[in-house]
């Protein structure tokens, strides 16, 4: 059982593990983050392009605060917040051209536009993924934001940081928020 | 045997977040608990399930190096920015300053101006009134006091008692206790408690009676007005009044101190004079 575990935790997608000790320089923290950073925001804002505009915002921000930035060990859970905070604003301020996207990826979807002009495999990635938003879509704040970054492999002390919570309320959160993806995820009929 | 883990405590232990001594205990009850051991499986398995549904999402391809040359750029450009900012503070400085000063300034002479504004309408104000105060009361007394009976100047007070004196050479009983009495009565002088020891028979000469008709008048007037009438002119008036009083006392005093002078008998008080005179 605790082998299972300690398998699945190392089977998770992360980026960490590689931190230095010496105090980072902007290069080493975007060497380091970036990935997490991109993937954070476009998991909420469900597009590569304004991804990358919120992680260069991000980036920006840590260039401007260099010195006021919080050490290395909360350096990524400082980003990340900061990568939440601009994609959600990112995304108040695109809501009009987001649900002009979503409409077009539904009929794309739908009428098989976009499979022909993809290959199967990028179809079957996007359908993949398109499940798995819906069924994050359905789960509630914080629990959501819990889950994504526990995915990203952030520690409880690093999401209760970036998402302002108490450390002790994560493994609860983190728990109620797998439980109700896995029903919505069956539900929607993405188990495999 | 330890209690059930509950859901929060299992999580947390699944994901390490544990303390070494809570982590230790956990692996004990898990392994001697069915029930708890159950929940364990479930738990692993809905954590492999949305691993594996967040998989697509988290293995897409990251852009390393497109985001690398736009935050390397955007950096460049910041700094570029910064820099020019610093370049345009030492080059424009003090054009800077002189404009931040000189909005500051006229904020100041706009003051000023309002404060000009507002003393060019004062002063055109109390202009108007010291125009217009002075000139009804001049009405009223030109009006009450035809002739030279107006207590205005100094000279015309000593042309008045000129005449008084001349009429009262004229006249039989000339008595300066008329006049005497309304100075009396509007504030005390050295010529009333003298006025007031004589006696109250008098006869008035006609130039004498017309004069203190036009004062009394002029001073009811005065009273009545004395809440609108400017401290400055009413501070004027009582000084021209005095000086008719103080005339009238040098008169009086003149009368006394030569009671064998025929003029100055003429003009004295007949009440005293002849008193005096055996």
């Known amino acids: ?192 | 045997m330890t209690r059930c883990l509950d859901e929060a405590t299992l999580q947390s232990y699944f994901d390490g977040e544990l303390s070494a001594q809570l982590m230790e205990r956990a692996s004990t009850h898990l392994a001697s608990c069915v029930t708890c051991a159950a929940a364990a499986r479930e738990l692993a398995e809905e954590t492999a399930l949305m691993t594996s549904a967040l998989a697509a999402e988290f293995e897409e391809t990251v852009p390393t190096q497109a985001l690398r040359e736009r935050i390397d750029a955007a950096v460049l450009g910041e700094r570029v920015a910064s820099a020019g900012r610093v370049e345009k503070l030492g080059l424009f400085a003090s054009l800077a300053n002189v404009f931040s000063f000189n909005s500051q300034r006229t904020l100041g002479y706009a003051s000023l101006a309002v404060v000009l504004a507002f003393g060019a309408i004062l002063a055109v104000v109390k202009f108007r009134q010291s125009q217009v105060q002075p000139s009804t009361t001049n009405i009223q007394a030109n009006v009450t006091t035809p002739g030279s009976n107006q207590p205005k100047t100094p000279e015309v007070g000593s042309n008045q008692n000129q005449q008084v004196a001349s009429n009262a050479g004229g006249s039989v009983a000339p008595s300066s206790r008329p006049v005497g009495k309304p100075t009396g009565t509007r504030r005390p002088s050295s010529a009333a408690p003298q006025t007031e020891a004589v006696s109250n028979h008098v006869k008035l000469i006609p130039g004498e009676r017309s004069y203190l008709q036009a004062i009394a008048r002029l001073d009811s007037t005065i009273k009545s007005n004395k809440t609108s009438m400017r401290p400055s002119l009413q501070v004027e008036y009582e000084r021209n009044l005095a000086v008719v009083d103080r005339a009238i006392a040098a008169t009086r005093n003149a009368a006394k101190s030569n009671p064998n002078d025929p003029d100055a008998a003429q003009s004295g008080n007949p009440s005293t004079s002849p008193g005096r005179r055996p």
């Open chain 1, 1 to 192: 059982m605790n082998g299972q575990a300690r398998a699945l935790i190392e089977s998770m997608p992360n980026d960490i593990g590689t931190e230095a000790v010496a105090p980072l320089s902007f290069d080493e923290a975007f060497t380091l983050h970036h990935r997490a950073v991109f993937r954070t925001a476009r998991a909420v804002v469900r597009d590569s392009a304004l991804a990358e505009d919120v992680t260069q915002e991000v980036f920006l921000r840590l260039y401007r605060n260099l010195h006021a930035t919080p050490g290395e060990d909360l350096l990524r859970a400082w980003l990340l917040r900061v990568t939440l905070n601009v994609a959600r604003n990112t995304l108040r301020g695109q809501s009009r051209s987001m649900v002009r996207d979503n409409e077009y990826h539904k009929t794309a979807t739908e009428s098989g536009s976009a499979a022909v002009e993809a290959p199967a495999e990028d179809y079957e990635r996007r359908m993949a993924i398109e499940e798995a938003r819906r069924a994050l879509d359905k789960i509630k704040e914080p629990m959501r934001s819990c889950l994504l970054l526990k995915q990203q492999g952030l520690s409880y002390r690093e999401i209760a940081i970036s998402l302002s919570l108490k450390e002790t309320n994560i493994g609860s959160l983190v728990a109620r928020g797998r439980k109700e993806f896995a029903r919505v995820y069956g539900k929607i009929g993405g188990r495999r």
